[in-house]
């Protein structure tokens, strides 16, 4: 069985503070998508976890580029036509764009996200791919900018192993979505326990 | 986690090696870190 709890530790950190070196993080993703970084970027990583060649090839590098998520939340079912969805931490908007093409244009696909750089790069690229059944919003997965049952299908990519209140975070998702709704979501978990004081550790939740 | 907050169905995929080859692959190796996709349902 796989751990996510060990992986991100309950809440041993400041939350403000984790997420100021989160946003500096991805900041640094948005705006220099082939830099150095502990983790795979863009279409090497795409290619990596699974995600379907045609779409992927489909898509221009700014939607691709600073994707870096850590596994496939499409693999286990696709999205279906006319489907609502929410993207939690959309970043630069690679999930959205891909399950824009699977709920089509009777869909609608909402990214949120909390890094002002992955905003306006993700709202950029939706607007020169001519797709008006995305939007992304500006908030916190703790607190979603979402109307109460909304959501046919809540996604997300290595997003969730980020916030120390996990509690929250699924009780935030099980308000956005219908009864019946779906959370298909990536994640990191892992197989050896961290040692209390890594989990302390403000820097290697990043790193 | 999930069965927790009311989630029924839950399945898991199979583990990605997510961090190979990457600069983060030394501490994914110590704790073995993979990715995985899961998929739940909201009662309805």
Same mark, same amino acid.
């Given at each position: 069985?796989?751990?996510? /709890? $060990?992986?991100a530790g309950v809440s041993p950190v400041d939350p403000d503070a984790l997420r100021d070196e989160v946003r500096a993080k991805y900041r640094e993703v948005a $705006?220099?998508?082939?830099?150095?970084?502990?983790?795979?970027?863009?279409?090497?990583?795409?290619?990596? #976890?699974?995600?379907?060649? @045609?779409?992927?090839?489909? #898509?221009?590098?700014?939607?691709?580029e600073s994707f870096?998520?850590?596994?496939?939340?499409?693999?286990?079912?696709?999205?279906?036509?006319? /489907? !609502?969805?929410?993207d939690i931490g959309s970043g =630069?908007? %690679?999930?959205?764009?891909?399950?824009?093409?699977?709920?089509?244009?009777?869909?609608?696909?909402?990214?949120?996200?909390? +890094? /002002?750089?992955?905003?306006? !790069?993700?709202?950029? +690229?939706? @607007?020169?791919?001519? %797709?008006?059944?995305?939007?992304?919003?500006?908030? #916190?997965?703790?607190?979603?900018?979402?109307?109460?049952g909304w959501a046919d299908v809540v996604i997300s990519n290595g997003v969730i192993n980020l916030c120390p209140d996990k509690a929250q975070v %699924?009780? /935030?998702?099980?308000? $956005?979505? !219908?009864? =019946?709704?779906?959370l298909q979501y990536a994640d990191i978990a892992n197989g050896n326990p961290v040692p209390e004081a890594a989990v302390a550790d403000i820097d290697l939740w990043t790193a | 986690m999930m069965e927790e907050a009311g989630f029924v169905d839950v399945q898991v995929g199979p583990p990605v090696d997510t961090f190979a080859e990457a600069g983060g692959e030394g501490n994914a190796r110590a704790f073995a870190v993979f990715g995985y996709a899961f998929l739940a349902r909201k009662p309805g």
């Open positions: 069985m796989v751990n996510q /709890e $060990v992986v $705006v220099d998508p082939h830099g150095e970084f502990h983790f795979h970027t863009g279409r090497p990583l795409a290619r990596r #976890l699974g995600y379907d060649d @045609a779409i992927v090839d489909s #898509l221009p590098d700014a939607a691709v870096a998520g850590v596994a496939n939340p499409f693999s286990l079912q696709p999205l279906a036509p006319g /489907e !609502k969805i929410v =630069g908007g %690679f999930d959205c764009f891909v399950a824009a093409q699977q709920v089509g244009a009777e869909g609608r696909v909402v990214g949120i996200d909390m +890094t /002002e750089e992955m905003l306006g !790069k993700s709202r950029q +690229t939706a @607007a020169d791919m001519g %797709f008006d059944h995305v939007e992304f919003r500006d908030g #916190l997965i703790e607190e979603m900018p979402i109307e109460d %699924f009780a /935030e998702i099980n308000r $956005v979505l !219908k009864p =019946g709704g779906r | -």
